[in-house]
């Protein structure tokens, strides 16, 4: 998670508003200043979760969810998910919207596959410490970083090595697959090219960019199979 408490010191500042992007952060907590841990979404003031399948909590198809308590906001998403209707009027549209509803299929299995959320992202972080452990020393791979005052629930479990584009191949031709998130940051994508950055403008986001590297990772994810990724990781620094 992002340092909430600063963030929202800053906004408050500023009179902003906090949008927390928790896509892939489900479950994920922080404990702030009061001690309190605090859910990811639940800290600023409207918090965005999705239920694409391929998240922590994931549907059969595609979906999400916004969370406030802010009755105005509320009130605006209501509209904004509904074609802009008025919830009294159906057929009255007080605003251009979107239709944006959960159906009740992806809500019935979501519900059911909540009771298993936590039990889920424990086993993701006991997996995400066994590669750690593994890894530690290994090259000059760089393990994920979790703060004192976090928890991590592991959306992905992504290392850095400036060796990224030769261990995906070494790793490719071994069939385990690895994914990168994302290989071209937002200031170079030629959607955003009309904000007029350039290459050597963000160098950390660009830097960052060509040495990320996702290793499987999920509850169901076997030790055995973890033993033959790291090992075959430690083979590609002894030979590169």
Request: some cysteine; glycine content about 6%; charged content about 25%.
């Amino acid at each position: 998670m992002a340092e909430m408490a600063e963030i929202r010191r800053i906004a408050k500042k500023y009179k902003l508003k906090v949008i927390e992007d928790a896509a892939q952060a489900i479950g994920a907590k922080q404990q702030l200043a009061t001690s309190n841990w605090q859910l990811a979404g639940s800290i600023g003031d409207v918090g965005c979760l999705s239920f694409f399948p391929t998240k922590n909590l994931g549907a059969y198809g595609d979906g999400g969810m916004v969370v406030t308590n802010n009755k105005k906001i509320t009130d605006k998403i209501r509209l904004l998910r509904k074609h802009g209707s008025y919830p009294k009027e159906k057929y009255l549209n007080l605003i251009l919207g979107t239709n944006s509803r959960l159906d009740a299929l992806q809500a019935a299995i979501l519900r059911v596959k909540l009771k298993y959320l936590s039990k889920w992202s424990k086993e993701r972080a006991k997996k995400a410490e066994f590669y750690s452990k593994g890894l530690k020393g290994v090259g000059d791979i760089v393990t994920p970083y979790i703060a004192p005052n976090c928890t991590h629930i592991f959306h992905q479990y992504t290392i850095r090595t400036k060796k990224r584009d030769k261990l995906v191949s070494y790793l490719k031709s071994q069939g385990i697959p690895t994914m990168i998130y994302y290989p071209l940051p937002l200031h170079l994508q030629p959607a955003l090219k009309y904000l007029g950055y350039k290459l050597g403008d963000f160098p950390e986001a660009e830097k960052a960019a060509k040495e990320v590297l996702s290793l499987p990772v999920h509850s169901e994810l076997k030790r055995k199979e973890q033993d033959q990724i790291i090992q075959k990781i430690k083979e590609f620094f002894v030979k590169y």
